[in-house]
């Protein structure tokens, strides 16, 4: 299955040269951003507001988390020209205008601004609107989760790669824990001998320098030991890659993963008794960062 993003935008429209006769054009916009939870915002004309609840059902169905805005419009309802008014709604503009002299002679004659007026506020059965409006949307979503899709398919690529050097760090860091403990181990033995030899008599006896060293060798590695460490981090990568190769709704699980691969990385770098371990890790902390801040993007 396909890994997606939250970020996304499509649009759709019919003018009205494609609706059924008599009916305005519509447009469709639609763009979300990352969020917890899936917050659906409507912005639709007040004609078309009964088709809020199938706007977002609709939605609903095919998104489960992200800040998603809804933006319908009639167009030419924002054009800088006035529709002219057509013969039958002159007409019927007329038929009213007479009605009401014929009982309200002081009345005025409507002047040519208030005929451009109320013609201009006629409006179209929202029951006709619906079922294009509808059409629109879902093509739009169409749009949208492709949209999403290319985004995710580029975030997880990024997160395998990121996978990948966390891998190689970890590979690198796997063998400096033997040597720290050996060159530790070295430099007690030296400094044993230093502390403890006389000019005449020579060094101390071998075998008691060497089971201290032992000893404090022992505890050293003990101490810095990161194999644990290790272990998990790998087993965090693993899943990680999993979860991608599966694709669907991982956004959450990849989170809490991150979490985890932030800490294996802190406790690595606490242990760290050599500049190389140290550097291993902070190049491991920007790696999950990098990825915790492209996580926070998928669904």
Do not use: C
Not at 4 to 13: D, P, Q, R, W
Not at 142 to 164: F, I, T, V
Request: glycine residues 8%; charged residues 25%.
């Amino acid at each position: 299955m396909s890994v997606y993003s939250m970020t996304g935008y499509a649009t759709a429209h019919s003018g009205a040269d494609g609706m059924p006769e008599g009916l305005p054009g519509l447009g469709v916009e639609i763009r979300s951003v990352n969020s917890r939870f899936l917050d659906l915002v409507m912005k639709l004309p007040e004609e078309l507001r009964g088709a809020e609840p199938a706007l977002r059902e609709l939605l609903g169905s095919r998104l489960r988390r992200g800040k998603v805005e809804v933006r319908v419009w009639i167009e030419g309802r924002h054009d800088a020209g006035q529709r002219p008014p057509t013969v039958a709604e002159l007409q019927r503009l007329a038929s009213v205008q007479d009605l009401v002299r014929s009982w309200l002679p002081q009345a005025t004659t409507l002047s040519v601004a208030e005929v451009i007026q109320f013609t201009g506020r006629q409006t179209t059965d929202p029951g006709a609107l619906q079922a294009p409006l509808m059409h629109l949307a879902a093509a739009a979503l169409e749009g949208l989760l492709d949209a999403r899709r290319r985004e995710g398919r580029r975030l997880a690529d990024m997160l395998q790669d990121r996978a990948a050097r966390l891998r190689q760090l970890a590979a690198d860091a796997q063998p400096l824990i033997p040597k720290l403990v050996e060159q530790q181990r070295q430099r007690f033995l030296e400094r044993w001998n230093e502390a403890l030899g006389t000019d005449s008599q020579g060094a101390v006896p071998s075998e008691a320098a060497h089971d201290r060293a032992l000893s404090e060798a022992t505890a050293f590695a003990i101490r810095i030991d990161v194999a644990e460490e290790l272990t998990r981090l790998d087993a965090h990568l693993g899943e990680i890659e999993r979860l991608i190769a599966r694709g669907a709704e991982l956004g959450k699980r990849l989170d809490f993963l991150i979490q985890e691969l932030h800490r294996e990385a802190n406790t690595l770098g606490s242990k760290s008794s050599s500049l190389e371990l140290t550097r291993i890790s902070v190049d491991m902390k920007v790696l999950i960062e990098q990825m915790r801040e492209q996580v926070q993007n998928l669904e």
